[in-house]
C-alpha cells in the first residue's frame, strides 16, 4: 500500500495514486493520500469515518490504476478484502457468513452518475443459502439476488437494461404488482430465475457463480466505465482532464431492502433550488440505494420516514448538520436506513442553481460556517442577470390550468418543442428550436440530449436522481415523476391529462410549481431584490453594478 501526496486532480503522477487505503471507524484519516487519490467519495469517507460518523467499512484502489487497470494485480488489494473481511466477521463467498459488497467509481471531482456501481457483488447459489441464514430474511436473499443478475449483467456483461426490465414486467404481470416491492419472496425467486437465462441468452454464457471472480470483474468494470460515452461528455463539458481517473471503492453491503424500517435515500442539507436552510430529502422503503440515484423509479419526501422512523430522522439531521459545519458547505448526501440503523454512504458538496449559491453563501456566513472571504469567492460571479427567476404569468389574471404535475428537482420556466431523443434534438436544435426532452426515466444516458434542451421531464425518476442534479447543475428546469405522463416512442406521442401531444409541439414547464402546460405560457422575469441586497453588503458593491 505505497504513498501519495495530494496534490491538485490529475496532477499527482499516475504511479503515485496507485495506492489502496482501508476505510473504517477505527483507521486514522490518509495523511499521505487525498482526493488526487482516493477520489473525492472515498476521500470524504475517511473523512466521515475520522468524525465518528455511521460508515460501513471500505478499501479504496486508488485513481492511479485507472490509466492502466491491467497493471493492477489481485495481490495489490488482496490484503484489504482480509482486512475487511476480520473487521466484518464475514468471508467473501462463504458458504455460512458471506460478506457481500458494493463496488463505486469516485473521480477526484466530483460526475454525478458518470460511471457505473455493482451492489450486492459476492452472491452466488453458494452464498444465497448463507445469507438466508444470517439475515433470517428470504425476501431479502432473493430480492438481492435478481438485483444483482441484472446489474452485473447490465454493467459487466453489458446486457441492455430492457432486457432484465421486461423480465420484471412479467412477473409484476403475472402476481398483479404494480413495482418489485410488492412482490414476494417466490416472486423474487421466479425473478431471479427469469433473469438467470436472459443472462445465459444475451451474455451467451451462465452467470458467474465464483465470489471472487465477480469482485475482481467489477472492479475492472468500474474503472472500464471511466471511459464511456457519458463521462466523456460529461468531462468535456466541465473542462476535466482525462488523465484524473476514477478510484473504486469496495464496501460492506448495508441493504435497505431488508424490511422493517429499512430503506434508502439521497438528500442535500439545503434546497438546492432555493437555498432554503431545510434538508431536501428522497427516500423509498425496502429499497437500495441505486433505486433513487438511477433515475428508473420514483421517490418520494422524507415525512413518511419522519414519521415512521423519528429517531432514525433525527440522527440524520444531527449527521448532516456535522457534515455541513465539517465540509463548510451545503452537502449532498446518500445514506441507507437497516432494520432501524441508519449507515452514511457518500456526501459531497451540492449542485445548486445560482440563486441557492447565494443563499447557501450567505446563510453560512451569517451561521460561522465560513468565514466572509469565503462567502465573496462563491458569489464573486453572481448579479441579478444570474440571479433572475422566471415565472408563469397569468393571462388576464386567469390561472392556467395544468395538464399535470410532477416533483420539481429544478426551478424556473422553460418552453419549447416536444423531443423523445437525442438525434431529433441536434436537429431541431440546428434549425434554432428551444426543446423540452421527455424521457422515460431521468437517466444520465441522456445527457448529451439534455445539454441540447431547456428543460427535462421524466415519467419516472426522483429529485435527487443523477440525471436531475445533472440538469440542475446545467440550469435545467427539471421535473420527474410524472405518474400521469404516457410515452409512445413507436408513435411519437405522450398522453397526459387526457391530451395528447406529439413530437414537435410546444410544452411548458412550470418547475416552481411543478406544473406542466400544452403551448408556450407566458412568463415574467424575476429577480430576489433580497439576495442582492445582502450581495451588495458582502462585496460592497451598489446595486447598479449588482444588476448591470
Not at 478499501?59 to 488489494?77: K, N, R
Not at 420514483?298 to 457534515?323: C, F, I, K, N
Amino acid at each position: 500500500m505505497s504513498a501519495c501526496a495530494d496534490t491538485a486532480a490529475g496532477a499527482t503522477p499516475a504511479d503515485a495514486r496507485r495506492v489502496v487505503r482501508l476505510v473504517h471507524a477505527d483507521a486514522p484519516l490518509p495523511a499521505d493520500c487525498g482526493a488526487a487519490a482516493l477520489g473525492s467519495k472515498a476521500w470524504n469517507l475517511a473523512r466521515m469515518a475520522a468524525l465518528g460518523l455511521p460508515v460501513p467499512p471500505a478499501f479504496v484502489i486508488g485513481t492511479g490504476w485507472c490509466a492502466e487497470p491491467g497493471a493492477l494485480d489481485e495481490a495489490a488489494w488482496r490484503p484489504a478484502l482480509v482486512e475487511l473481511e476480520r473487521l466484518s466477521g464475514l468471508r467473501l463467498g462463504d458458504a455460512r457468513h458471506p460478506l457481500l459488497l458494493s463496488v463505486r467509481s469516485g473521480a477526484p471531482v466530483s460526475m454525478p452518475g458518470m460511471m457505473e456501481t455493482l451492489l450486492d457483488i459476492g452472491l452466488t447459489e453458494t452464498t444465497l443459502s448463507g445469507l438466508l441464514r444470517v439475515s433470517g430474511h428470504p425476501r431479502l436473499a432473493w430480492d438481492a439476488y435478481r438485483r444483482l443478475i441484472a446489474g452485473y449483467g447490465e454493467v459487466v456483461a453489458g446486457i441492455d437494461a430492457r432486457h432484465f426490465d421486461a423480465d420484471l414486467e412479467a412477473e409484476c404481470d403475472a402476481c398483479d404488482a404494480c413495482d418489485e416491492r410488492m412482490l414476494d419472496f417466490a416472486a423474487l425467486r421466479a425473478l431471479a430465475a427469469r433473469h438467470l437465462d436472459t443472462y445465459r441468452r444475451e451474455a451467451g454464457e451462465a452467470f458467474p457463480q465464483d465470489a471472487h471472480e465477480q469482485l475482481r470483474q467489477a472492479i475492472a468494470a468500474v474503472f472500464a466505465s471511466w471511459h464511456a460515452d457519458k463521462a466523456r461528455t460529461y468531462r468535456t463539458m466541465h473542462g476535466l482532464a482525462e488523465d484524473m481517473g476514477t478510484a473504486v471503492t469496495v464496501q460492506r453491503m448495508v441493504f435497505g431492502n431488508a424490511g422493517g424500517l429499512s430503506g434508502a435515500g439521497v438528500g442535500f442539507t439545503r434546497d438546492p433550488s432555493s437555498g432554503e436552510p431545510q434538508p431536501w430529502v428522497d427516500f423509498l422503503f425496502n429499497a437500495q440505494g441505486e433505486d433513487v440515484v438511477s433515475g428508473r423509479r420514483s421517490a418520494y419526501g422524507h415525512d413518511e420516514l419522519a414519521a415512521v422512523g423519528p429517531a432514525v430522522w433525527q440522527a440524520l439531521l444531527d449527521a448532516t448538520a456535522r457534515l455541513e459545519r465539517a465540509f463548510g458547505d451545503m452537502q449532498d448526501f446518500e445514506f441507507t436506513v437497516q432494520q432501524g440503523v441508519l449507515h452514511l454512504l457518500q456526501t459531497r458538496a451540492g449542485k445548486r442553481t445560482p440563486r441557492a449559491a447565494a443563499r447557501i453563501a450567505l446563510d453560512l456566513l451569517d451561521e460561522g460556517v465560513i468565514d466572509a472571504e469565503t462567502a465573496r469567492a462563491r458569489t464573486a460571479t453572481l448579479d441579478a442577470r444570474a440571479l433572475a427567476e422566471h415565472r408563469i404569468a397569468n393571462a388576464d389574471g386567469v390561472a392556467l390550468v395544468p395538464l399535470g404535475h410532477a416533483a420539481s428537482a429544478a426551478s424556473g420556466v422553460a418552453c419549447g418543442e416536444i423531443v423523445f431523443d437525442e438525434a431529433r434534438a441536434r436537429a431541431r436544435r440546428a434549425a434554432g428550436a428551444k426543446l423540452i426532452l421527455v424521457r422515460q426515466d431521468a437517466e444520465t444516458r441522456d445527457l448529451a440530449a439534455l445539454e441540447l434542451a431547456e428543460g427535462l421531464l421524466t415519467r419516472r425518476g426522483a429529485r435527487t436522481s443523477h440525471a436531475a442534479v445533472v440538469a440542475r447543475q446545467l440550469g435545467k428546469v427539471c421535473l420527474v415523476g410524472c405518474e400521469a405522463l404516457r410515452l409512445d416512442e413507436a408513435e411519437r406521442t405522450l398522453a397526459i391529462g387526457g391530451h395528447i401531444l406529439r413530437e414537435g409541439d410546444l410544452l411548458t414547464l412550470d418547475g416552481n410549481e411543478g406544473a406542466i402546460h400544452a403551448g408556450a405560457a407566458a412568463f415574467v422575469e424575476f429577480v430576489p431584490q433580497d439576495l442582492l441586497v445582502r450581495l451588495d453588503a458582502l462585496h460592497g458593491r451598489g446595486l447598479a453594478a449588482l444588476r448591470s
